[in-house]
Structures are given as structure tokens and as C-alpha cells.
């Protein structure tokens, strides 16, 4: 027979390392209440203002239930919302290179009437404004709890997350 060093009661070895109340064994992780999202049949995903919160019609509950999941599906996310930027930023370079076209053709006429200084402030202009090119940028999604702590969040200090004063 084994006492557990939690409650006291007595259990055994076969029992071992389960108390009636849960394991015995130090825990090597962080537990954390799901994350809870609605998702819909198009792939829509809506986030509840909280955990308990009604699931809108033609929704389905789904949690994040661990650290690995959290990551895999912010990957999945910004491997998403990200497709759609690069989708965005080529169709914006497409759109302004056909713009251009026009426009440069038109100048280059213009340029052969032009003083050489009109024609250098031309070529110069050009050389500006090719250099501004449309940005693909990240998505940048996250869910704020595994990415922020007690050193670059809002404090929370409660029973319940037994968050303190940072030290100064």
C-alpha cells in the first residue's frame, strides 16, 4: 500500500501513480481551458466572447484543447490569411503595371520634347516611384493568451491565474 502525498489516502500498487483525485505525479505542463471556435461548412471562422456562448446556426463548436493544436491551427491561419495578401499584392502589381504602361508610354513622347533637366527630374520621378512597390505582409494571427505573459500583457492578478506584480 502507497499514501498519497496529496490527500493521504491509501491505494495500491497497481493503483499506482492514480489517487482517486488524479495523479500523484508532478504535472510537466501547464493545463489551460480550451480554446473554443465556431467554424462553418465554408470554413468561416467566428471566435465567442466566451467559452459557453451559443453556437450560431450553421456553426460547430471546436476546441483547442493543447499547446501543439494552438500552433497547428494559428498555422494553418496565417498559411491562409497569408495566401490571400500574396493574392492581393499581385493583382495590386498587375493593376499599377498595366497602369504604368500606359502612363510611361505617354511620358517617353513627352520626355523627347523635354530641356536634359526635365528629362533627368522624369527619369528620376520613374526611378522613385518604381522603387515603391506593393508589400506582401504577414497575417500576424495569434491568440493573444500564447503569445503574450504577465511581462507583455495586461495584468491579470486573481485566485484563479495566480499572476503577480511584475518585479521592477
Known amino acids: 500500500m502507497i499514501q498519497c502525498p496529496k490527500c493521504g489516502e491509501w491505494f495500491g500498487v497497481p493503483q499506482w501513480p492514480f ?12 493545463h489551460f481551458d480550451p480554446v473554443v471556435y465556431h467554424v462553418n461548412a465554408e470554413g468561416t471562422i467566428r471566435f465567442p466572447g466566451a467559452v459557453d456562448a451559443p453556437i450560431p446556426p450553421g456553426f460547430e463548436r471546436r476546441e483547442l484543447k493543447t499547446i501543439g493544436e494552438v500552433r497547428a491551427f494559428q498555422a494553418k491561419v496565417n498559411g491562409a490569411e497569408n495566401a490571400k ?7 495590386e502589381c498587375a493593376w499599377l503595371e498595366h497602369v504604368e504602361s500606359v502612363n510611361r508610354s505617354e511620358l517617353h513622347q513627352r520626355m523627347q520634347s523635354m530641356t536634359p533637366a526635365g528629362r533627368a527630374f522624369a527619369q528620376m520621378a520613374m526611378a ?10 504577414e497575417a500576424g494571427f495569434h491568440i493573444e493568451p500564447f503569445e503574450q505573459d ?19
Open 19 to 30: 489517487c482517486p483525485h488524479g495523479s500523484v505525479l508532478p504535472q510537466a505542463s501547464q
Open 85 to 91: 495578401i500574396r493574392q492581393q499584392v499581385e493583382r
Open 128 to 137: 522613385i516611384h518604381n522603387a515603391q512597390r506593393p508589400r506582401s505582409g
Open 150 to 168: 504577465q511581462s507583455n500583457r495586461e495584468a491579470y492578478r486573481d485566485e484563479r491565474t495566480r499572476w503577480q506584480r511584475q518585479r521592477r
